[in-house]
């Protein structure tokens, strides 16, 4: 019997059941439908600081800070599949999920100063989605919020099955008057669990 896929759902926005923590849910939901362990997690219910830049982890490839940033990596770590939804704000990707990013650094330095894999050898592919909304429809709104999840994925060692980002999606809930992201959302999670 082949082991059970874990897919971990990390929600950033501070904004509880707002429009990625909704698409999240869609997409976490298609994931478990289709036999996958799931976990739903918001980042706001944890508390971890911005990367000091105090270069502890360039010796060992591990972050120094003993705060839940850990917890939540190794959970990113074990997890075989991920789905990380943060919503635009100010153009770029909203602050609780770019402190979270920054503490990724860790990965970076294990990577590219030590060059140590992050996932041992062997490891099936693991696989992922990003979502996100903005309440604008301005030409490039979603380009630094993509840009960043891209280096995110990259570092984890998780391949980035698909970006998901939904213009025009302002107030709370808005996103369900988008029948096409919706469906687009749970095809995705359903080929996650592939
Ligand atoms: C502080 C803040 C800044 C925002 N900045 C932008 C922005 O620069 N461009 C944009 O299109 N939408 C912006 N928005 C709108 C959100 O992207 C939009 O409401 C989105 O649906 C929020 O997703 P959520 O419900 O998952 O939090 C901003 C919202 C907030 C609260």
Redesign the pocket.
């Known amino acids: 019997m082949p082991n059970t896929l874990k897919c971990l759902a990390l929600s950033a926005?501070?904004?509880r059941d707002?429009?990625?923590?909704l698409l999240a849910r869609l997409a976490l939901g298609a994931c478990a439908e289709a036999g996958c362990d799931v976990e739903f997690l918001y980042l706001v219910d944890f508390r971890y600081e911005p990367c000091r830049a105090c270069e502890g982890c360039y010796a060992t490839g591990r972050c120094v800070v003993p705060d839940d940033a850990g917890v939540l990596y190794e959970k990113i770590l074990a997890a075989d599949r991920l789905i990380f939804?943060a919503?635009?704000?100010?153009?770029g990707i909203?602050a609780q999920a770019k402190v979270f990013i920054d503490r990724a650094q860790q990965f970076w330095a294990a990577k590219y100063l030590l060059g140590r894999r992050v996932i041992e050898e062997g490891r099936p592919e693991r696989r992922g989605i990003f979502i996100s909304?903005?309440?604008?429809t301005?030409p490039g709104?979603f380009e630094g919020t993509v840009r960043v999840a891209r280096y995110f994925f990259k570092m984890l060692e998780i391949k980035l099955q698909a970006s998901l980002c939904y213009?025009g999606?302002?107030?709370?809930g808005?996103?369900f008057n988008n029948r096409a992201a919706l469906e687009e959302t749970v095809a995705q999670g359903r080929l996650l669990a592939l």
């Open positions: 926005s501070p904004r707002g429009n990625t923590a939804a919503p635009v704000f100010s153009m909203c909304c903005a309440g604008t301005l709104v213009a999606v302002e107030k709370r808005e996103i």
